[in-house]
């Protein structure tokens, strides 16, 4: 009798990794961690002279930001990516209020608004900002 691995590892088996962490590559480490503060993540004041940054997020998640030198000592041939941003984020609200306050507040500071907020048709209130480096973050919020 022939047996096939399971489609999936149980959560409890021991050597099955465990997702972590999101990175992104930043130009301007004290850009970059100057926007995502205003979106009220805990970055330390001393990460703005780092070559790399982390932030905890909810549930064991870390984000991470990596200079273009930090990825480069990593890789030496890495190239900053051309056309397009290459990650894209989403940050839910308390109500869509708190998404348009929000989505006023980061394109008052300078940030490039992608869209501004609209009423989605499935169901949350919604909005697309950019950060210093041109990823694409998403705010929202279910509708009442």
């Known amino acids: ?9 149980s959560p409890a088996t021991p050597s099955a990794p465990r997702f972590a962490a999101i990175g992104m590559v930043v130009a301007d480490m004290p850009a970059a961690l100057a926007f995502y503060r205003r979106l009220g993540l805990d970055i330390p004041a001393d990460a ?9 997020l909810p549930g ?26 290459p990650t894209g984020l989403a940050f839910e609200c308390t109500g869509p209020a708190e998404v348009d306050k929000l989505y006023a507040e980061l394109t008052d500071a300078g940030y490039t608004g992608e869209k501004p907020p609209w009423d989605a048709f499935w169901g949350h209130r919604y909005a697309v900002v950019q950060d210093p480096d041109g990823h694409g973050v998403d705010l929202f919020a279910p509708l009442p």
Request: hydrophobic share 30%; glycine share 6%; net charge negative.
């Open 1 to 9: 009798m022939t047996t096939s691995p399971s489609a999936s590892p």
């Open 60 to 85: 064991g998640l870390r984000l991470m930001w990596d200079s273009h030198e930090t990825a480069r000592a990593i890789d030496p041939d890495w190239t900053p990516p051309q056309g397009g941003t």
């Open 48 to 56: 703005d002279t780092a070559p790399h940054a982390e932030a905890p």
